[in-house]
């Protein structure tokens, strides 16, 4: 009776090793992801650790080889909008599609001489539709089809909250005080 005992002790030793070795490298990734689209530090923290006890939980589903992150993140998602609905009783809105002349619009980028804060002051005021996909491809590069995924939503519908975040941001960018000032700063040498 012992060693059928000890073999299972063996065992979970072994996957709870192979789930702290695959899975706790993204825990800074996945807890900069959740501080951003969620705003708060606190409720970050209460949602990763979700995110890891839910890992935790379904990781015999887990296939070894397969991506570990993204995987991870799906879940993060998941527990962000339970999260969401559960505290705040927020719905969250379904923004109509862009169409494809919009989104092949060029608008140039914002000055590249812009202040961390500044930028993310601009990020911490996008909507939280736009936010986690915005994060997801510039900060975490992660393809359309890994956010869609991830998000569970259509891959044009990622592309469309793509383009309007990064549109968003790039508004708020070239109208902040610091742009601003590079700007006239520029202007003002050019007179001269």
Known sequence: MK????????NAQITFNDFESAALPHINDLFR??????GSQTEAEDVVQETYLQAWKSFHRFEPGTNCRAWLFKILFHVVSHHRRKLFKLPIA??????????????????????????????DKLPQLYRAVVMLADVQEFSYKEIA???????GTVMSRL??????????????????????????????
Do not use: C, M, W
């Open 3 to 10: 060693s059928n005992n000890a073999q299972t002790e063996s």
């Open 33 to 38: 992801t959740a501080r951003r689209v969620i």
């Open 94 to 123: 379904d923004v109509a599609e862009e169409t494809l002349a919009e989104i092949a619009i060029y608008t140039p980028a914002p000055n590249q001489r812009l202040a961390d804060e500044e930028v993310l002051a601009a990020f």
């Open 149 to 155: 995924a991830t998000l569970d939503i259509p891959l």
């Open 163 to 192: 383009n309007r975040g990064r549109k968003i941001l790039r508004q708020s960018l070239s109208s902040s005080k610091i742009a601003a000032g590079f700007i006239a700063a520029g202007r003002l040498a050019i007179s001269h």
